[in-house]
């Protein structure tokens, strides 16, 4: 591990401390209520928070399950899905360091920022000279700014605490914008077509780059929107076989996408 890996590490377990166990404040109540409603039992665990290695001593000490019981009283157990909002290590180190071009002079863009994460890896992994996170949510925003300044990160991150539909201009020069799982749960589906629309309307410096989890067309395939694909972007095939390592998720690399802006 490198020293930048250490201070993630340091950073993750600082937000561990003024957070519940699945990562989720109350004032997140359609995030709440959609994994509720999700037809197979759902918990979020945040990939940044906790890794497989964290996951596991959880488990062994009870306060986590991977499974959950089909039949009350019976021995018929099924996995538990696990969906994260955020970027492990190893998807950031992949991001920055395999997946994005040399960032110096560049501008970056988070949107739906939540704990920071892309923007602290950004930081350390990068010479990106300025790092937005554009983040909705005000708890997650002051937890952001608490890292920022115990981490005298403050010269190159700016967290911008609103709906990303007001920040046309940002948008417009930013030569870099990440987008991780950031609608589907937090916004019902008409918003979520409108935030896209208005993303596709001011992301159109040509030769920019957008990435992406899930794949756009993942993302636009149960939405109504006008957004011609092939007019606004060209996906940039990515190499997810750098990380020769047992251990490696390639599962959870292959989500991420690049494009570049036409």
């Not at 994005?100 to 992994?125: E, N, Q």
């Not at 403050?154 to 030569?175: M, Y």
């Not at 589907?184 to 896209?196: M, N, P, S, T, V």
Request: a negative charge; charged letters at 25%; proline letters at 2%.
């Amino acid at each position: 591990m490198t020293n930048n890996d250490v201070v993630l590490k340091n950073i993750a377990e600082d937000l561990r401390n003024h957070l519940p166990i699945e990562a989720i404040f109350n004032s997140e109540h359609l995030a709440i209520q959609k994994i509720h409603q999700h037809p197979l039992p759902m918990v979020h665990v945040d990939a940044f928070l906790y890794d497989d290695d964290f996951v596991d001593t959880m488990c062994e000490e009870g306060r986590m399950s991977r499974n959950y019981c089909t039949e009350c009283g019976s021995y018929k157990t099924a996995s538990l899905e696990f969906i994260s909002h955020s970027f492990s290590l190893m998807e950031l180190k992949f991001l920055y360091q395999h997946v994005l071009p040399d960032l110096t002079g560049k501008v970056v863009v988070d949107v739906g920022s939540r704990l920071g994460a892309v923007l602290f890896a950004g930081y350390l992994y990068s010479s990106a000279s300025q790092l937005y996170g554009v983040e909705m949510n005000a708890d997650f925003c002051q937890l952001q700014e608490m890292t920022i300044t115990k981490y005298q990160f403050i010269d190159r991150i700016k967290v911008v605490h609103a709906d990303i539909c007001t920040q046309a201009s940002l948008l417009q020069k930013a030569d870099v914008i990440i987008m991780n799982n950031v609608f589907e749960y937090f916004l019902d589906r008409l918003e979520q077509a409108k935030a896209w629309e208005f993303i596709a309307c001011n992301v159109k410096k040509r030769g920019s780059l957008l990435v992406t989890v899930p794949s756009l067309k993942e993302s636009l395939s149960k939405l109504q929107t006008d957004i011609q694909l092939s007019q606004w972007v060209e996906e940039v095939q990515l190499n997810y076989d750098v990380y020769v390592e047992k251990d490696v998720d390639r599962e959870a690399l292959e989500q991420i996408h690049l494009y570049r802006i036409l």
